[in-house]
C-alpha cells in the first residue's frame, strides 16, 4: 500500500537576494526588502514528505525517528542561526532564494535516503509565502 507520511521542521536564517553583475538600483527593483544590504531574516518552516510503500512487517513506511534525524543533521544543524550567504557553503554560486533553498533541501535529504522513496518538501518564508519542490505540475 504506497502511502505519504510527513515531517515539520523549522530553521531561522539571514539571506540577501544580490547579484553583483547588476546595478544597486536594478538589484534594489528587482529583489527590493531582499536586497538589504545587512541581510534579513526568516523563520522557515518546512514539511518534508515522504512517500513509498508500507513496510508489511514493521506497518511503517519509514522510521520516523530516522527522518527526524536526517532533518536535524542536513538540515536544521546546517541552516539553523546562519547567514546562507556567508556561512552556508550551498549558497556560494547561487542565490539563497526560497525557490533554491527548497531545492538544496531536498538534494540534501535525497543524499541520505533510499531511492524508493520519493521526497517532497514544501519551505514557508512567511506564514503567506512558500514553495513546493519538486513541483507536482
Known sequence: MRTTMIRKAHFNAAHRL???????EKNKTVFGLCNSPNYHGHNYNMEVYVSGEIDPVTGYLFDLKLLK???K???EDRYDHKNLNVD????????????????????????RIDSKYSIR???WETERNGVEYPSRD
Open 73 to 75: 543533521e542536513e538540515i
Open 69 to 71: 534525524d536526517i532533518i
Open 18 to 24: 544580490h547579484n553583483t553583475e547588476w546595478s544597486d
Open 121 to 123: 518538501v514544501k519551505l
Open 88 to 111: 552556508v557553503e550551498d549558497y556560494k554560486d547561487i542565490q539563497p532564494s526560497t525557490e533554491n533553498i527548497a531545492y538544496m533541501i531536498h538534494k540534501l535529504l535525497s543524499a
